[in-house]
């Protein structure tokens, strides 16, 4: 079956700095693979996509990287600030999987001043 | 614009008793979902629609039921809950579009089942 794994420890970081969040998959190769953001409380937010021919992609301070040869999407947040503290989600549509998405655990992000 | 529309927010039940939770969305969205979200296992699917009228099974159906007899709402019952279905429950939509399921969560259901 397919595996997502996100770590699982908190990454705390201060303010200005870049993070750096890690998705890996096992198995089957997705056709795409996206970023969610999840606030306490609240349902996750869709916040960028990148298919499987893609190695990058950006929407403001965000960057995605896709390497379907180590299996790994690497999710950016550059000049970060605290409003950007959440758990982050990694989610994968398998070629052939039917419109289901298969979701990674999360990273909790903290930003500190 | 409301969105996905979750209803209940919070539930307590006792043991073997049943619910529907509700939801429902005003965005036209043909493909329907529901998960379950617990703490290290991330959200996993339950049950989910491609239309009016029709369901399938995700990763952890049992003890779930569901149907779709209006495009806009998808209802998840729990026949007779269990403690182990203690959890929060997500409804999320999406468009029919190849190759980019950008799927728009409810704000999730909290059941407690003592």
């Known amino acids: 079956s397919q595996k997502i794994e996100q770590n699982s420890e908190a990454l705390n970081i201060q303010e200005g700095k870049t993070a750096t969040l890690t998705c890996n998959y096992t198995n089957y190769s997705p056709a795409y693979l996206q970023w969610y953001r999840q606030d306490p409380g609240r349902g996750p937010v869709f916040l960028l996509l990148?298919?499987?021919?893609?190695k990058e992609k950006r929407k403001e301070r965000l960057k995605v990287t896709f390497d379907t040869t180590l299996k790994q999407s690497l999710f950016h947040i550059t000049a970060s600030q605290p409003a950007d503290s959440a758990t982050y989600l990694c989610a994968l549509e398998y070629t052939g999987g039917g419109n289901k998405l298969t979701f990674g655990t999360g990273t909790q992000l903290k930003v500190e001043l | 614009n409301a969105g996905v529309t979750q209803t209940p927010k919070f539930r307590v039940l006792k043991t073997g008793q049943s619910m529907t939770l509700l939801c429902a969305q005003d965005m036209n969205h043909e493909y329907m979902y529901w998960y379950r979200q617990d703490p290290g296992m991330g959200l996993r699917l339950i049950h989910y629609?491609?239309?009016?009228?029709?369901?399938a099974k995700g990763e952890v159906p049992d003890g779930y039921n569901v149907s779709r007899l209006k495009k806009q709402n998808f209802l998840l019952g729990l026949e007779s809950a269990a403690p182990s279905q203690t959890s929060v429950y997500f409804c999320?939509?999406?468009?029919?579009?190849?190759?980019?399921?950008?799927?728009?969560f409810g704000a999730g259901t909290r059941l407690s089942v003592l």
């Open positions: 990148i298919r499987e021919n893609e």
């Open positions: 999320a939509s999406s468009k029919q579009e190849i190759g980019k399921n950008i799927q728009y």
């Open positions: 629609s491609v239309g009016e009228g029709t369901t």
